[in-house]
């Protein structure tokens, strides 16, 4: 079973619809969770971190966490073409005071339509 | 925004010939960076862990004789791809761990193309 599993993709929505993107991950002692956007030839950059459960809201984007269903999804509402990309769900299994290596899902790759 | 900076974007080597990525933390100290390898269509997958001052720690299946690594000073980083082959073509990247308001985040590079002929 892998450590990180993000829903098969690829997804694709219209603009303006809502993309939801889930991720589950194994390790039951996990306490951080981002959420990353990788465009194709670039490197991760950070659309969220969660750490407590429930819902962490940045702009278009909202981040979910249950970690009694050790369940982490990715809202985003408002859907631009620019929003297409790879999304990666990545875990970090140490607690806020200390820091381990984090653990990527397959990441979800993300088509928005005109 | 804590920025590490990447260099070189990218880079083509002949086979045989060694190939130094360098990452720099440009407005903090990272006491730990991660070094990362990603094929085509596939996730990141963690290649080592190096801390400032002491020797790297690699994950199962890498090969420390055959990517160097080398964290001399709390803001410099590197990656040694030693007797490079075409196998070895991937992108790298690296990451800082910084402290992001009581908890730790984690900052990446912008990537090395690596292009081995």
């Known amino acids: 079973q892998k450590e990180v599993e993000q829903n098969s993709g690829p997804l694709s929505v219209p603009e303006g619809a809502i993309a939801s993107l889930n991720c589950t991950y194994s390790d039951r002692v996990s306490q951080s969770f981002f959420w990353y956007r990788q465009y194709s030839g670039k490197s991760p950059e950070l659309i969220m971190s969660?750490?407590?459960?429930g819902d962490k809201e940045d702009g278009r984007f909202t981040a979910q966490l249950n970690k009694a269903s050790q369940y982490v999804s990715l809202l985003i509402r408002d859907s631009q073409p620019s929003d297409s990309a790879t999304y990666l769900c990545a875990v970090n299994p140490a607690g806020g005071t200390s820091y381990g290596k984090l653990t990527f899902g397959q990441g979800t790759i993300l088509t928005v339509h005109p | 925004g804590a920025v590490v900076s990447q260099h070189p974007s990218w880079v083509i080597c002949k086979s045989g010939t060694s190939v130094k990525i360098e990452c720099r933390s440009l407005?903090?100290?990272?006491?730990?960076m991660f070094w990362y390898r990603q094929f085509p269509k596939q996730s990141l997958m963690l290649m080592a862990t190096s801390n400032e001052g002491s020797k790297a720690t690699y994950e199962q299946g890498v090969e420390k004789d055959k990517f160097l690594i080398n964290h001399a000073s709390l803001t410099l980083s590197t990656l040694t791809v030693t007797s490079a082959h075409p196998e070895d073509s991937s992108f790298y990247i690296c990451s800082a761990v910084l402290r992001d308001r009581g908890n730790y985040g984690y900052t990446f590079g912008s990537g090395t193309r690596l292009t081995v002929v």
């Open positions: 969660i750490y407590s459960n």
């Open positions: 407005d903090f100290q990272a006491t730990t």
